[in-house]
């Protein structure tokens, strides 16, 4: 069976989906690109699809711009000759308009780095208020760390973070509003005999963006043990869009469970199985690959 679009619809995705034999790899390759949506469809590539595994889509949802403010559009005039000088003026002057033209491959964001450059190990649960925070390691199961991301002096909520290492078997994070530069989120548990459980959780519309190559694993080599990813589960998807510059691995032996927009610069790798659902819609402008393989790092 060849597919010959890359914007996959959500209904024929599941359908061939939960047919299609794990054992032969489906590749879809196209230039066909819809130019007027950032997520034009649930899943989307710049380059090339690759499904090797089951995933249930629950929509086809579209968003348009969620990385960067509206850059500002000018149109020169066509000066008209006046003798009054306040038209003079007025006629030199450029219409300019916040509006946007949505394009299928963002620009590049600008990463802000945190001035912290020091390393915390964190122990118990905790709430992250200051704009600039070191980097997190975290071994200790059953944590909930809170990120807050305070006003800047624009008004606006935003939070830069270093390196996030977590080995912990069972963590969650809660972000509240704003917008969170994490220079790159690893975990992956060192325990694979017991659960493993990963979840992200929001307090209004998050935006997360990763600066360097991330991952998220969790698995259990007990058939008796769960090894779950929830990511902003039975939320909005709006209130959750990951933008990652570097590649991005998601891996859940058991089970993802992810509502958001998850847009790559680069490689995503989502490895599924059936009991794996997205609501949302996932991006890659390189390879987005669905597969069953394990992830080495």
């Known amino acids: 069976m060849k597919l010959q679009k890359l914007i996959i619809s959500t209904f024929a995705l599941s359908a061939y989906l939960l047919a299609a034999p794990t054992s032969t790899p489906t590749t879809i390759t196209t230039n066909n690109i819809n130019p007027k949506e950032v997520f034009p469809s649930t899943l989307s590539s710049s380059s090339q699809i690759t499904l090797r595994s089951h995933i249930t889509l629950k929509n086809s949802s579209t968003i348009t711009t969620p990385a960067l403010e509206g850059e500002e559009y000018c149109h020169k005039r066509k000066y008209s000759v006046t003798k009054d000088t306040k038209q003079k003026e007025e006629n030199k002057k450029d219409i300019c308009t916040n509006e946007t033209t949505p394009t299928l491959a963002l620009k590049p964001f600008e990463f802000v780095a945190t001035t912290n450059h020091s390393t915390t190990s964190t122990t118990k649960n905790q709430t992250f208020k200051k704009a600039n925070l070191p980097s997190l390691t975290i071994d200790k199961p059953k944590l909930t760390l809170t990120f807050k991301a305070p006003k800047n002096r624009d008004g606006k909520r935003v939070q830069h973070i270093g390196a996030i290492e977590d ?24 325990n694979s005999n017991k659960d493993d459980l990963f979840t992200i959780k929001t307090k209004g519309q998050v935006r997360i963006f990763l600066n360097k190559e991330s991952h998220i ?45 998850i847009y790559g610069y680069e490689d995503i790798s989502i490895i599924s199985n059936k009991n794996s659902t997205i609501k949302g819609a996932i991006h890659s402008d390189g390879t987005l690959t669905i597969g069953k393989e394990i992830a080495k790092h």
């Open 217 to 261: 694993i969790k698995r259990a080599d007990n058939y008796k043990r769960r090894a779950y990813i929830e990511l902003n589960y039975n939320k909005n998807p709006s209130d959750l869009i990951i933008l990652s510059k570097a590649n991005l691995t998601i891996d859940a032996s058991r089970r993802l469970k992810a509502h958001g927009f």
């Open 167 to 190: 080995s912990s078997r069972v963590s969650t994070y809660v972000f509240h509003k704003g917008d969170y530069y994490i220079d790159s989120l690893k975990l992956e548990s060192q």
